[in-house]
């Protein structure tokens, strides 16, 4: 008790002495904050648990991939055991199987940032687990169509409901200089789970790969165990010892003392948000509104949504989950489940590109490169289908192949990175919610009209429209998306309010690598470590 009273008192000297300029402002800018790798691990080891649940997540995404050529096939004589299966879809049924996961999604988001609030980040990342253990047995189980559509309303829906305490937890526990790097762990961890089902795929029939696929929530339950829960968190429910304790974790182990500064000043930012809600009881509800029609959150929902617009537009969710018959249709030189795997492997290979260059370039150059790329990819391979060169079927499989490398450089991890840091504290959850569930509403509507395109347009013809649009997509980030990469969160709120201008401040600065250097220095080793 007496601990949390010096806490606040401190906290109130922060706010008293103007410390503090924004609600994450105090957070964020610490004075000489550590970083060790020390200090670095156990914020490394808490967002590799959730990423166990991410990997989950993922891997209900490829799953479709590797089931739609059992399910949709006209001949009986199969003898491809991977193919054989008592089920058989038709083609409007095989447009619904490969969609109906992407349009559950927002229902799960709708509901995530208010479940997320009363229970907390730790608690509802294990609870989600749930609805994915129940899912893997239907659809190992299943024997009609119905059980299948049901399993995918559940992975779906369980996809959304992990969306608020999975971006919020990362941008909660994280140091600034780590945000970035392990915010993109989660697009990685997705496009992992992706490639073990399309690995999977290879080898086992799509029945087995579902019962394999109930420990992964399991493992990723167990895991959640041993990580802390959100220190913002816990301090906003009054918890200020837990918090302290929390913190303590997630900074290498430390002692209490080594936080104080830390903790005082996330209590100060909290007490002073707090401080600035509204004098009468009785209208909290409509402050709360007002946030949604301020510039700081439009500006930025437009540029998340246009991230998730060009991302599944240009093709890049359709390939995906109709890798294995386009690569077929295509006349792929190898089988056409290889050919499938090798797409996974090079779309975990881009993410993991993503990740590592990131802070060294800044999401610009890597976006611009990533969508003008996939542009020029998608072009050439209609182009070759086009002309029907069958001589040279070894080109547009290996267009396909690099194309997807192209969009997980950047394009598919690019709005995800974006959500944890463009959108201020009082919307931050419930904005989260609402941009993840734009991109999967138009994951569904890509994938829903695949085969109208293809039926009305040709093979193509489609791909010709997802160039275009990857090319025009490169002209929109070009003009609107500014370089959040290395700035603060009250910095990125400053631009989308109006009071700054990011664009123009990377324009003048000489170089990201003198960005990285000068906002973002390598962790030091630690003397006192030993691990």
Known sequence: MRRKMKIVLQAGNFIQNGKLEGCQQGYEKQQNPKKTFRSALPQILAASAKNVLILGYGMTLGFPTIVIPSLYHHDDNVTDVREKDTLSLTEDQ?????????????LGCLVSGTITQPLGRKKSMMLVNIPFIVAWIMFHYSSNVGMLYASLVLTGTGGGLLEAPVLTYVAEITQPHLRGMLSATSSMCVILGIFIQFLMGTMMSWRTVAAVNVTFPLVAMLALCFVPESPYWLIGRGRVADAEKSLCWLRGWVKPDEVQQELSQLVASLTRDKGKGPSVASSPSCSSWRNYTKKTFIKPYLLVSAGFFFGHFTGMITLQTYAVTIFDKLGAPIDKYVATLYLGLVELAGTLVCMLLVHWTGKRPLTIFSTAGNG?????????????????????????????????????????????????????????????????????????????MVNSMTLPGTFWFYGGVSLLGTIIFYFFLPETEGRTLHEIEEHFAGTRNLMKENQVSNSASEKWSAVNPAMVPDAESHL
């Open 376 to 452: 020029l990819c998608k072009l050439a391979v209609a182009t070759y289908a086009y002309l029907k060169i069958s001589s040279e079927a070894w080109v547009p499989m290996t267009l396909l192949i690099g194309s997807a490398f192209l969009t997980h450089v950047s394009l598919r991890s690019l709005p995800w990175m974006l959500i944890g840091e463009v959108y201020p504290s009082e919307v931050r959850g419930v904005a989260g919610g609402a941009s993840g569930s734009i991109g999967y509403i138009f994951g569904f509507a890509a994938n829903k009209v695949y085969f109208l």
């Open 94 to 106: 095989i447009s619904w199987f490969g969609s109906i996961n992407l349009i559950c999604v927002p």
